[in-house]
T-cell receptor
Framework: EDQVTQSPEALRLQEGESSSLNCSYTVSGLRGLFWYRQDPGKGPEFLFTLYSAGEEKEKERLKATLTKKESFLHITAPKPEDSATYLCAVQGNLYGGSQGNLIFGKGTKLSVKP | NAGVTQTPKFQVLKTGQSMTLQCAQDMNHNSMYWYRQDPGMGLRLIYYSASEGTTDKGEVPNGYNVSRLNKREFSLRLESAAPSQTSVYFC???????????FGNGTRLTVT
């Protein structure tokens, strides 16, 4: 069964305190792993797609990495405006349980205090 | 460029009432999706439309119906609302399978 587990559920950081969010996954034939940011009362906003183990992508203070079992979202010197819920999703192949549709984790709620 | 637009933003229904959630995208995307998001749960797929003229069930389709009206519009209908359908509903679109989804800002539905 395709599955995504994110940890921790919630993370509180001081401004400037770097940390990482984890996304562990089980999927039939990974076609892509996606990271989204969701602000309260809004829809998820796309951040990154990773396709193969060893791949890395960066955007401002965020860096996403991928292995065969998990992905990390590293946040370097975070600012209060980075506070949001970060969602991870995986896409498996068309013949797996999810039929190629995205399977989302429950998210990590990040709070960055000034 | 509005992206994905959902209406209404908020709705309160009584048990047994029906309603249709509307979704429209102006990005010329082929595929459209309906998800629900509940506290402590990830986004769960209700129905999707891979292309105009096709619809398929997702993970939690019971109690819902959909219509892909044209390439732009994809509606979600609750025929007889139940309290278990209290949720935030998100519509999303993508140009093709495997590309990132673009989400609307959701419809917050409460069924009493």
């Amino acid at each position: 069964e395709d599955q995504v587990t994110q940890s921790p559920e919630a993370l509180r950081l001081q401004e400037g305190e770097s940390s990482s969010l984890n996304c562990s996954y089980t999927v039939s034939g990974l076609r892509g792993l996606f990271w989204y940011r969701q602000d309260p009362g809004k829809g998820p906003e796309f951040l990154f797609t990773l396709y193969s183990a060893g791949e890395e992508k960066e955007k401002e203070r965020l860096k996403a990495t991928l292995t065969k079992k998990e992905s990390f979202l590293h946040i370097t010197a975070p600012k209060p405006e980075d506070s949001a819920t970060y969602l991870c999703a995986v896409q498996g192949n068309l013949y797996g349980g999810s039929q190629g549709n995205l399977i989302f984790g429950k998210g990590t709620k990040l709070s960055v205090k000034p | 460029n509005a992206g994905v637009t959902q209406t209404p933003k908020f709705q309160v229904l009584k048990t047994g009432q029906s309603m249709t959630l509307q979704c429209a995208q102006d990005m010329n995307h082929n595929s459209m999706y309906w998800y629900r998001q509940d506290p402590g749960m990830g986004l769960r797929l209700i129905y999707y439309s891979a292309s105009e003229g096709t619809t398929d069930k997702g993970e939690v389709p019971n109690g819902y119906n959909v219509s892909r009206l044209n390439k732009r519009e994809f509606s979600l209908r609750l025929e007889s609302a139940a309290p278990s359908q209290t949720s935030v509903y998100f519509c999303a679109s993508t140009p093709l399978l495997g590309s990132p989804l673009h989400f609307g800002n959701g419809t917050r539905l409460t069924v009493t």
